[in-house]
T-cell receptor, first 115, second 111 residues
Framework: QQQVKQSPQSLIVQKGGISIINCAYENTAFDYFPWYQQFPGKGPALLIAIRPDVSEKKEGRFTISFNKSAKQFSLHIMDSQPGDSATYFC??????????????FGQGTTLQVKP | DVKVTQSSRYLVKRTGEKVFLECVQDMDHENMFWYRQDPGLGLRLIYFSYDVKMKEKGDIPEGYSVSREKKERFSLILESASTNQTSMYLCASNRNTGELFFGEGSRLTVL
């Protein structure tokens, strides 16, 4: 019973373009929304995260946009680079899990940035 | 730096074998997790532990068990491996915050 739906499953972008990955959730008790980045042969690592009291968070070329009423959030990668080629996972944490940090992950998006 | 170490990167086992996947973290984290990663399904939580000898089922615990005898070590056990357990297994840990620190994964093939 997947509670976070991520799309697209795969994405190909030209160098310098904008990569956009979308996630939607149903549980209104989620209180923390991180994105993880995974390179081949490595474990996922935290990239950027947002809480539902803000609509946008930016860190360098990476921006999370959050729409609380639509229960959607998205990752935008500006000026995409070949080094950004990786698998990206959105995730959500329920308020009831705030003491453990247990996360529910989306299905993942494999991003390829072509030179 | 936080380090989560999974002892075996690649394993090949036969159907019916008992399989142990070991995970060790060096940052004194309270919580440890086992996830399974499959294409198109993302990361699915198998079990997690919030203290020594304490454990809770995740979303897909069937066919798995876990053991946490020491704070730094969390083991995933497949009592009788089956082909549908062929997957990438990821261990993670954290200190009561949202950020999980992952190991590099153990790729298990069951023949």
């Amino acid at each position: 019973q997947q509670q976070v739906k991520q799309s697209p499953q795969s994405l190909i972008v030209q160098k310098g373009g904008i990569s956009i990955i979308n996630c939607a959730y149903e549980n209104t008790a989620f209180d923390y929304f991180p994105w993880y980045q995974q390179f081949p042969g490595k474990g996922p690592a935290l990239l950027i995260a947002i809480r539902p009291d803000v609509s946008e968070k930016k860190e360098g070329r990476f921006t999370i946009s959050f729409n609380k009423s639509a229960k959607q959030f998205s990752l935008h990668i500006m000026d995409s680079q070949p080094g950004d080629s990786a698998t990206y996972f959105c995730a959500a944490r329920s308020r009831g899990s705030s003491n453990t940090g247990k996360l529910i992950f989306g299905q993942g998006t494999t991003l390829q940035v072509k030179p | 730096d936080v380090k989560v170490t999974q002892s075996s990167r690649y394993l090949v086992k036969r159907t019916g074998e008992k399989v142990f996947l070991e995970c060790v973290q060096d940052m004194d984290h309270e919580n440890m997790f086992w996830y399974r990663q499959d294409p198109g399904l993302g990361l699915r939580l198998i079990y997690f532990s919030y203290d020594v000898k304490m454990k809770e089922k995740g979303d897909i615990p069937e066919g798995y068990s876990v053991s946490r005898e020491k704070k730094e070590r969390f083991s995933l056990i497949l009592e009788s491996a089956s082909t549908n357990q062929t997957s990438m297994y990821l261990c993670a840990s954290n200190r009561n915050t949202g950020e999980l620190f992952f190991g590099e994964g153990s790729r298990l093939t069951v023949l």
